[in-house]
């Protein structure tokens, strides 16, 4: 007869799902926040567009693929003020560009030029910039900060047999349920609209132009490369030309809905699969109740979310961050592709730009190949 005090496989492995489900909320979050108060975003189309991208994701490509606002474009826009018209029209023009490149094989041409040590230099970069993104969310909140961070801490070190993240989600749904003030049941109305000529040239100068090239790297060659390290076999479905596919529509869906525009980042990726995701089960529980908050609590949605403690998100975000900066380890023998992988890394980190660490990156690299070829003539 089982011990009625021991749980069950099936409850620890929805405990472990239901860890790694929350484990990219650190960067989902703080930038849903920002679009929603400084762009106007509709709060109920933001997140019902958000949770339906991660549960078609996660049931075609079966694992739990990490829906994330793009990164560059936000801050954009978030930073300039820009209307969320603009914004959205710019998730559509990104959403062609990239169901055009994946269909017409582009996607899978330009990223046989990126080698390992390029990867691996934007995933240490990435990792470097979550960091520092993190520690400014743990000041805002430092005493909450510590004691999520020994919870993890204990729980990675010590108890290992429960997921990381359950004593954290229970300490911060405590404190948000304490912070949350109002509460108003229903969605915010969505507004479908294609958007005009002008909204379309400005959102492809401000923000498609300064995104695209990050998409490729991160979000589109370094999510495909990461996705093979943790899921090996599982992850079959992820292609150069299956990731900028997936995103293109979504995207485009979104944008007409009134959503951010959105992608699928290795960083994410890390964060689900560490906190406990082994499959898209993970993908299915976020995505859900993605889904629920913008339908039934849409109108109270920017409270609720906003009640959740910055020092937690901060410690998720620098976990993440650092996990993530660990895949350089297969390369750490190779030093040429140490080297560029750090050039990558540290210009990028440095000027705050990705774009520019992995071109420079990819210069070294050509340049040592170059080299090479010249002396064995």
Same mark, same amino acid.
């Given at each position: 007869m089982r011990d009625s005090g021991i749980p069950s496989d099936n409850f620890r492995k929805l =405990?472990?799902?239901?860890? +790694?489900? &929350? +484990?990219?909320?650190g960067v989902l979050l703080p930038i849903a926040i920002a679009l929603i108060v400084k762009n106007g &975003?509709?709060?109920?189309a933001l997140f019902l567009m958000a949770g339906l991208f991660y549960i078609i994701s996660a049931y075609y490509f079966r694992i739990t693929m990490p829906v994330q606002p793009l990164k560059a474009m936000s801050a954009i826009a978030i930073a300039s003020g820009l209307n969320f018209e603009v914004i959205n029209a710019a998730g559509i023009a990104m959403g062609i560009i990239l169901i055009l490149i994946s269909l017409t094989g582009l996607s899978v041409k330009l990223g046989s030029f990126f080698p390992v040590s390029v990867i691996r230099g934007i995933q240490l970069g990435l990792g470097m910039m979550l960091?520092?993104? =993190?520690?400014?969310l743990i000041r805002a909140d430092i005493l909450i900060a510590v004691v999520a961070g020994l919870l993890l801490m204990a729980n990675i070190v010590l108890i290992r047999k429960i997921p990381p993240l359950i004593p954290i989600l229970i300490l911060g749904a405590v404190f948000s349920i304490k912070g949350l003030t109002s509460l108003a049941i229903g969605p915010v109305a969505l507004s479908p609209a294609l958007p005009d000529a002008d909204s379309l040239w400005r959102g492809f100068t401000l923000l498609v132009l300064p995104q695209i090239a990050l998409t490729f790297g991160n979000a589109i060659v370094a999510t495909e490369a990461t996705g093979k390290l943790l899921y090996g076999q599982k992850a079959e479905r992820l292609s150069l030309q299956s990731v900028p596919l997936s995103m293109g529509f979504a995207n485009i869906t979104s944008g007409f809905f009134g959503g951010a525009p959105m992608c699928h980042g290795c960083g994410g990726l890390t964060a689900h699969s560490k &906190? +406990? =995701?082994?499959?898209?089960?993970? +993908?299915?529980?976020i995505g859900g109740l993605l889904i629920v908050l913008a339908l039934l609590f849409g109108r109270s949605a920017l409270s609720i979310i906003s009640a959740f403690p910055l020092g937690i998100l901060g410690v998720l975000l620098c976990y993440v961050g650092i996990q993530h900066s660990l895949f350089i380890r297969d390369i750490i023998a190779d030093k040429k592709a140490v080297f560029v992988a750090l050039t990558v890394a540290v210009s990028g980190f440095l000027t705050n730009n990705l774009t520019a660490g992995f071109v420079l990156g990819l210069g070294v690299h050509y340049s040592f190949s170059m080299m090479k070829n010249t002396l064995r003539v």
């Open positions: =405990a472990w799902d239901i860890s +790694g489900a &929350f +484990g990219d909320i &975003f509709n709060p109920t960091v520092r993104s =993190a520690s400014g &906190f +406990g =995701a082994t499959s898209e089960r993970s +993908g299915y529980i």
